[in-house]
Antibody, heavy 127, light 111 residues
Framework: EVQLVQSGAEAKKSGESLKISCKTS????????IGWVRQMPGKGLEWMGI????????TYSPSFQGHVTFSADTSSSTAYLQWSSLTASDTAMYYC????????????????????WGQGTLVTVAS | QSVLTQPPSASGTPGQRVTISCSGS????????VYWYQQLPGTAPKLLIF???QRPSGVPDRFSGSKSGTSASLAISGLRSEDEAEYYC????????????FGGGTKLTVL
């Protein structure tokens, strides 16, 4: 069974750094992109970017470029999302998801979807 | 404001059929597949529809998706109380490879 298990809730202060994790199991971690999604309190889903663990290729949403960094440890099949300097507006739930495709033409990302998702990591930043 | 436009809310009574729309443009929905995700209260999103109208195994056939031009729809027939959730459409941005677009979400209430 494919599973993505995220690290626990974090309470931080503005200006602090943070790294949250997304530990995967049940599949070859190096073969699939990982996506990150933010959900601010009471709001919708916002795509942050995607990351490929095999070669560290990444694409960031312009809204998050320069503010967050994706990384991974292939030895532990774990993906990471990190901030060097948090702000109060980073308070949100963060989800990781495997980007998958099967059963058809999967030659481009355009045919891929987010499944499954991690349970989410709640990050609270106090100003 | 999301590039993909969804109504903020929808409602129906048990047994009814409801539809949720998702409007985009030629550079996103018009040229790419549409995906739908269901987010039950307090839980992570879950894939509901892929490739416009395909259901992953385990998703009831009460859920169906369609796409026409630059718009897509999610239909739920035989509405049940457990369908009360937030529903999001998504697609890839054609002009920016690797960029994902989410709709603003539609809160479905089962009356």
């Amino acid at each position: 069974e494919v599973q993505l298990v995220q690290s626990g809730a974090e309470a931080k202060k503005s200006g602090e750094s943070l790294k949250i994790s997304c530990k995967t199991s049940g599949y070859n971690f190096r073969h699939f992109w990982i996506g990150w999604v933010r959900q601010m309190p009471g709001k919708g889903l916002e795509w942050m970017g995607i990351f490929h663990p095999a070669d560290s290729r990444s694409t960031y949403s312009p809204s998050f470029q320069g503010h967050v960094t994706f990384s991974a440890d292939t030895s532990s099949s774990t993906a990471y999302l990190q901030w060097s300097s948090l702000t109060a507006s980073d308070t949100a739930m963060y989800y990781c998801a495997r980007i998958d495709c099967n059963g058809g033409d999967c030659s481009t990302l355009l045919s891929h979807w987010f499944d499954p998702w991690g349970q989410g990591t709640l990050v609270t930043v106090a100003s | 404001q999301s590039v993909l436009t969804q109504p903020p809310s929808a409602s129906g009574t048990p047994g009814q059929r409801v539809t949720i729309s998702c409007s985009g443009s030629s550079s996103n929905i018009g040229s790419n597949y549409v995906y739908w995700y269901q987010q039950l209260p307090g839980t992570a999103p879950k894939l509901l529809i892929f490739w416009n109208n395909q259901r992953p195994s385990g998703v009831p056939d009460r859920f169906s998706g369609s796409k026409s031009g630059t718009s897509a729809s999610l239909a739920i027939s035989g509405l049940r109380s457990e369908d009360e959730a937030e529903y999001y459409c998504a697609t890839w941005a054609d002009s920016l490879y690797g960029h994902v677009l989410f709709g603003g979400g539609t809160k479905l209430t089962v009356l």
